[in-house]
């Protein structure tokens, strides 16, 4: 059975100020890993998807990369509008995404 | 393109009922997968449709279903309401058949009552 685990659950930053937010998982064989956002009341919005070790995207302040155990996805000089839960997942297809409970992100200006 | 679309947004019922939500999913995209999330278990996986056929189903029980039209929209239904169910559904589709990304709808909002 899949799991996914994300850590810290909540992080305040000011903004300007870097960090990192970790997702750990267990697979039985990676089919694909996913990074979204997700603003209160909304779906989660697609960020990035990952499939081997080693492997980086980018996407404006945001950077996502993955070991063979881990994934970070590092969030250089965040913005306010950059405050959101972002969701981790993995797995994909018809066995369905599992997702982790999610990093709470709120950047004080 | 357009997005997942999911209808209704808001929806009241009360214990016992039974309840169908909609979603259609981007044009093109075969597979269309539901999620229940909660503030105490997350999100998690209730079923995926491919080509009007179930391949696969969460931990839930028969209570839920759903089923999908040649058309790729999909529906899901709840009978017999608990409390419990009460919850933000959620609607993805993916392209086609192997670990693509999926793609989230707004969601519907349950509230039994």
């Known amino acids: 059975e899949d799991q996914v685990t994300q850590s810290p659950e909540a992080l305040r930053l000011q903004e300007g100020e870097s960090s990192s937010l970790n997702c750990s998982y267990t697979v039985s064989g990676l089919r694909g890993l996913f990074w979204y956002r997700q603003d209160p009341g909304k779906g989660p919005e697609f960020l990035f998807t990952?499939?081997?070790a080693g492997e980086e995207k980018e996407k404006e302040r945001l950077k996502a990369t993955l070991t063979k155990k881990e994934s970070f996805l590092h969030i250089t000089a965040p913005k306010p509008e950059d405050s959101a839960t972002y969701l981790c997942a993995v797995g994909g297809g018809a066995d369905g995404l599992t997702f982790g409970k999610g990093t709470h992100l709120i950047i004080q200006p | 393109k357009a997005g997942v679309t999911q209808t209704p947004r808001y929806l009241i019922k009360t214990r016992g009922q039974q309840v169908t939500l909609s979603c259609s999913p981007i044009s093109g995209h075969r597979s269309v997968s539901w999620y229940q999330q909660t503030p105490g278990q997350g999100l998690q996986f209730l079923f995926e449709y491919f080509s009007e056929t179930q391949r696969n189903k969460g931990n839930f029980p028969g209570r839920f279903s759903g089923r999908q039209f040649s058309n790729s929209r999909s529906e899901m239904n709840v009978s017999t309401l608990e409390l419990g169910d009460s919850a933000l559904y959620l609607c993805?589709?993916?392209?086609?058949?192997?670990?693509?990304?999926?793609?989230f709808g707004p969601g519907t909002r349950l509230l039994v009552l």
């Open positions: 993805a589709s993916s392209p086609g058949q192997h670990q693509e990304t999926q793609y």
């Open positions: 990952l499939y081997s």
